[in-house]
């Protein structure tokens, strides 16, 4: 089946991820929907790192031999293409990481050690919404009852939007930072993040933009931003963009992440190192303390290279297309509830949703018997899930390589469900 919007020759595509020409269960074919929990990896990113485990191995910015110097280059040539597939105005903005959520943390943490400009203080405010994925939740709760601030959060209508109608009583002159999701791993929202940035910075606030399920789908320039509603950090993982796991980025406007402190101390964030004091690098390396995740990020520079040649522009319209073509098939199965925006439009590719009368854990394990693999729990979404009143859910997510027949394949996998639990009578 064509769908318009789909990525041309998206069966030739297919054939770059080895991991779906296999079977599961004795042969039946995988059919891979939880891209949202970790996408799968092409052969090019595979092949990539493994190239560079048996030919360049070496450690970066410390062996003065011809391997030391080849890592070397390998890994800051990823830091290269990270800044250009986000759009970064320096590259030595960009900081490695080993995930979003250490991202996060390290963002979080430099700001409750910071003085001068950047303190926050008794009675300061952090903003977030009741979208976020834990890692927007936590660090924040830290930082605000260690400095005595206050934690707010803007509010979701009742189809997954966030309620923006009183952005003025929350981001007020006592607001320091506002933090949240460009798409909710959840709910799939897109948010306004101009609006919200516009708004945080006109009083002064730092912004911090978590783009993990972000980056896999939708173009990011930062540059071409109007400065008034650029993030003042941006942070997302490898493993959700082809990438492998172990490697996340941090970017951070120049300005602000030379008035941070060093998060973690060690090799290679120094300048100089006395018993009585130290002295710290520059940006990016006064972040990347000890041995990076070398090979991690030079896969993730083969993973966004792979995703640039296909264009995120054709990315973005395979996920609007398939994710509406999912929206329609899964709300015409009976009993079945979608959680979020049914607008193809307004959403990412994650769609989460509740099967009258079955648990979302037996709903995963009854699709997964039929070769559909998805995932239930809380997604680490647990105030999202509570303002709809609800435990957990099922969440199925698409990616570049999904096809229409899979999603069929999952909607045939929930009407057996239904027939399994006998919701029928």
Same mark, same amino acid.
């Given at each position: #089946?064509?769908? %318009?919007?789909?990525?041309?020759?998206?069966?030739?595509?297919?054939? /770059?991820?080895?991991?779906?020409?296999?079977?599961?269960? /004795?042969?039946?074919?995988?059919?891979?929907? /939880?891209?949202?929990?970790?996408?799968?990896?092409?052969?090019?990113?595979?092949?990539?790192?493994?190239?560079?485990?048996?030919?360049?191995?070496?450690?970066?910015?410390?062996?003065?031999?011809?391997?030391?110097?080849?890592?070397?280059?390998?890994?800051?040539?990823?830091r290269d293409v990270v800044a250009e597939f986000i759009g970064a105005p320096e590259r030595d903005e960009v900081i490695f990481?080993?995930?979003?959520?250490?991202?996060?943390?390290?963002?979080?943490?430099?700001?409750?050690?910071?003085?001068?400009?950047?303190?926050?203080?008794?009675?300061?405010?952090?903003?977030?919404?009741? #979208?976020?994925?834990?890692?927007?939740?936590? %660090?924040?709760?830290?930082?605000?009852?260690?400095?005595?601030?206050?934690?707010?959060?803007?509010?979701?209508?009742?189809?997954?939007?966030?309620?923006?109608?009183?952005?003025?009583?929350?981001?007020?002159?006592?607001?320091?930072?506002?933090?949240?999701?460009?798409?909710?791993?959840?709910?799939?929202?897109i948010n306004p993040v101009a609006e919200i940035a516009r708004r945080a910075h006109s009083v002064g606030a730092l912004v911090?933009?978590?783009?993990?399920?972000?980056?896999?789908?939708?173009?990011?320039?930062?540059?071409?931003?109007?400065?008034?509603?650029?993030?003042?950090?941006?942070?997302?993982?490898?493993h959700k963009t082809v990438g492998p796991t172990g490697i996340g980025v941090l970017w951070g406007r120049r300005e602000v992440?030379?008035?941070?402190? %060093?998060?973690?101390?060690?090799?290679?964030?120094?300048?100089?190192?006395? #018993?009585?004091?130290?002295?710290?690098?520059?940006?990016?390396?006064?972040?990347?303390?000890?041995?990076?995740?070398?090979?991690?990020?030079?896969?993730?520079?083969?993973?966004?290279?792979?995703?640039?040649?296909?264009?995120?522009?054709?990315?973005?319209?395979?996920?609007?297309?398939?994710? =509406?073509?999912?929206?329609?098939?899964?709300?015409?199965?009976?009993?079945?509830?979608?959680?979020?925006?049914?607008?193809?439009?307004?959403?990412?590719?994650?769609?989460?949703?509740?099967?009258?009368?079955?648990?979302?854990?037996?709903?995963?394990?009854?699709?997964?018997?039929?070769?559909?693999?998805?995932?239930?729990?809380?997604?680490?979404?647990? %105030?999202?899930? =509570?303002?709809?009143?609800?435990?957990?859910?099922?969440? #199925?997510?698409?990616?570049?390589?999904?096809?229409?027949?899979?999603?069929?394949?999952?909607?045939?996998?929930?009407?057996?469900?239904?027939?399994?639990?006998?919701?029928?009578?």
């Open positions: #089946m064509t769908l %318009p919007g789909l990525l041309p020759e998206l069966e030739v595509v297919r054939k /770059d991820f080895p991991i779906l020409e296999r079977t599961v269960h /004795d042969g039946l074919a995988l059919v891979y929907l /939880d891209s949202a929990n970790t996408s799968q990896k092409p052969q090019i990113v595979i092949d990539t790192m493994v190239d560079h485990l048996e030919r360049h191995n070496a450690n970066v910015a410390r062996a003065m031999h011809a391997l030391g110097a080849e890592s070397t280059e390998a890994f800051e040539s990823a990481t080993k995930n979003a959520s250490e991202a996060l943390n390290l963002v979080a943490n430099t700001l409750a050690w910071a003085r001068g400009p950047l303190e926050i203080g008794e009675g300061d405010v952090v903003v977030t919404t009741e #979208m976020e994925h834990h890692s927007n939740i936590v %660090p924040w709760q830290l930082l605000t009852e260690r400095k005595g601030a206050t934690l707010r959060w803007f509010g979701l209508t009742d189809d997954g939007l966030l309620d923006t109608s009183n952005i003025d009583e929350l981001i007020t002159e006592r607001t320091r930072v506002v933090t949240l999701t460009w798409v909710s791993n959840m709910l799939g929202t911090v933009l978590d783009a993990s399920q972000a980056a896999p789908q939708l173009p990011i320039d930062l540059a071409a931003m109007a400065p008034e509603e650029r993030p003042d950090f941006l942070v997302f993982t490898g992440l030379e008035q941070l402190p %060093p998060f973690l101390g060690g090799g290679e964030m120094i300048e100089t190192v006395r #018993m009585e004091r130290s002295t710290y690098a520059g940006i990016p390396h006064k972040f990347e303390a000890g041995t990076p995740p070398i090979v991690e990020a030079v896969g993730l520079g083969a993973a966004l290279t792979y995703l640039g040649h296909l264009g995120m522009d054709a990315i973005h319209a395979h996920e609007q297309a398939i994710t =509406a073509y999912a929206l329609e098939g899964l709300q015409a199965v009976k009993g079945l509830k979608v959680l979020g925006p049914l607008d193809a439009a307004q959403r990412g590719g994650a769609i989460s949703f509740e099967l009258e009368g079955v648990h979302p854990h037996d709903i995963a394990q009854v699709v997964d018997s039929r070769g559909v693999a998805i995932r239930a729990g809380h997604h680490c979404a647990k %105030p999202a899930h =509570a303002r709809f009143g609800v435990q957990s859910s099922s969440r #199925m997510s698409s990616y570049l390589y999904t096809t229409p027949a899979e999603i069929d394949a999952l909607v045939e996998a929930l009407e057996y469900t239904r027939s399994y639990f006998k919701l029928d009578g």
